[in-house]
């Protein structure tokens, strides 16, 4: 039984009867009540059908009979229909299917190759689809761009897209850079801004990572976004730091070569520096090197730098010297190395009658001149004929002082008509010792000059400027000149292992210097 209250809610298990009614009456009440108040409750879509079946049963009173009277005048008996009838699973899925087709073909339609989208969930219409894929053209992105990754398709543009575009654009990467970062690493739309992303760019700030720099960091390597922060990343740090990277230089090194931190210990950081120690280098030195210069590391062992190896001491490095070759120009490692110092061994043969056996005195004094441009040497080379030095001479000198070759011109005429018209030497004195021209005119060759003749003294032009201030000094007092430090200076290994004193405000520079 049904209890009615005043705002037309049943309460059901509850029977009260009014006296005044009759019971006949009042089950005629009930009945109609039911209908109202469903109907109240339902909505006005309930009470139109409602009316309807009441309508129905009014000229239908019995199944049976709705039936009999069907089959006597021929017609088939009506289907019953539910108001919460849902489509069934098979009708669902075909739907699905249907609707895939349809992103698919416009997909192809704008040539994009959607079989690796299988499975994957995607937009129900077309329409949505474009509407990612004219998103993904405004951040620069091409079809090749997409084919090459069409797992970006999966992205919302509210729900992905977006917050990950506007977090790195709060972090500083620039909108010029975006199309570039993307392409590197498309996977960033799917990632999470707080769960993925910022604990990256927190733990780079840990690193002494600059604020400023960060963005950079991100712009130059994006793939670091996806490094875990308990794997590679921190065991590629620990490692720098334990062979003698200094921690203050963690940061800078860091941030001039992030890749460092996708770098495994064992495959490639760990083999680089035993092998640069099995040429020779000190660990201590490698770990300077790696300092200045952290590209270094992104060096091929078993592609670039063995192979360089053999090439240097093919064109007649000595073996005890490599270690110094690397140690003054580690770029030399990356170098296509065998057709540059051939190139340079064939200008340098023809233009200043170099030897071929010369050539390994060369780059050990000068490594540098495997990256000499071809018009600096002819141009060096050319002025020192026009000083009138012979062929010969211009070679003995080349292989003599390498330097030669990289000098600004304008400071070396400088300090030829010096030596010309105020010193008085022949140039005999200057194939002997070429590297006068690498001494300051103003701030030692004149000064010197002038003591030296106000002595009255007759020396070499290494015994004159192949010593330190304190050792001229200590020379000015000698009654006689010796030959004790008349040999040219070597490259000090020892040198690379003082602390760096450099500090600027930003450690973050766009190299030129990486190899070919």
């Known amino acids: 039984m049904i209890i009615r209250s005043h705002a037309g809610i049943h309460i059901p298990g509850s029977s009260i009867l009014h006296p005044q009614f009759p019971v006949s009456l009042y089950r005629s009440l009930q009945l109609s009540s039911k209908s109202t108040t469903i109907a109240s409750i ?275 490095v000595r073996s005890e010297s490599v270690a110094s070759v690397v140690a003054q120009y580690p770029e030399i490692m990356g170098l296509n190395l065998k057709a540059k110092l051939h190139e340079q061994l064939t200008l340098l043969s023809s233009v200043s009658g170099l030897k071929s056996e010369d050539f390994g005195r060369v780059i050990e004094r000068m490594p540098q001149v495997a990256s000499i441009s071809r018009q600096a040497i002819l141009k060096h080379v050319d002025f020192l004929k026009n000083c009138g030095f012979e062929q010969e001479q211009v070679g003995a000198m080349v292989v003599g002082c390498p330097q030669l070759l990289a000098l600004n011109i304008d400071i070396m005429k400088l300090g030829f008509d010096f030596f010309q018209n105020e010193m008085g030497r022949p140039l005999d004195d200057l194939v002997a010792f070429p590297a006068f021209f690498t001494y300051g005119l103003e701030s030692t060759v004149k000064p010197r000059h002038k003591r030296v003749a106000s002595k009255g003294l007759k020396c070499s032009l290494s015994w004159l400027l192949n010593c330190s201030d304190e050792k001229f000094e200590q020379r000015m007092e000698y009654d006689t000149i010796g030959m004790e430090e008349m040999e040219m200076p070597s490259f000090d290994m020892n040198s690379l292992m003082d602390a760096r004193s450099d500090d600027s405000g930003s450690e973050f520079e766009d190299s030129d210097d990486d190899a070919d």
């Open 42 to 316: 339902a909505g006005p879509h309930y009470a139109v059908a409602a009316d309807r079946a009441s309508a129905s049963a009014s000229e239908n009173p019995s199944p049976s009979k709705t039936a009999t009277r069907g089959k006597n005048h021929g017609n088939k008996p009506k289907s019953k229909s539910s108001l919460y009838a849902r489509p069934s699973l098979f009708e669902m899925k075909d739907d699905k299917v249907a609707n895939r087709a349809r992103v698919y073909e416009f997909l192809r339609g704008v040539g994009v190759v959607p079989d690796e989208l299988d499975g994957l969930e995607l937009p129900v219409t077309a329409d949505v689809m474009k509407e990612r894929v004219d998103f993904l053209h405004q951040l620069g992105l091409t079809i090749e761009d997409i084919n090459n990754y069409p797992l970006m398709l999966g992205c919302s543009v509210k729900k992905n897209m977006i917050p990950v575009l506007d977090y790195l654009g709060k972090l500083g990467v620039r909108k010029s850079a975006i199309t570039n970062f993307l392409r590197r690493y498309p996977q960033v739309l799917h990632s999470s801004v707080v769960v993925d992303l910022a604990p990256v760019v927190k733990y780079l700030q840990g690193m002494d990572i600059k604020p400023n720099d960060v963005p950079r960091v991100l712009e130059k390597y994006p793939e670091v976004l996806g490094f875990k922060l308990e794997g590679t990343m921190s065991t590629s740090v620990a490692y720098l730091a334990g062979i003698g990277v200094a921690r203050r230089e963690i940061g800078g090194v860091l941030t001039r070569y992030p890749e460092i931190l996708g770098m495994r210990v064992g495959r490639v950081i760990k083999p680089f520096v035993e092998y640069l120690e099995s040429l020779g280098i000190p660990r201590l030195a490698v770990a300077r090197l790696i300092e200045k210069r952290p590209h270094i590391l992104g060096f091929g062992l078993a592609d670039q730098i063995k192979p360089n190896v053999e090439t240097l001491l093919e064109f007649n």
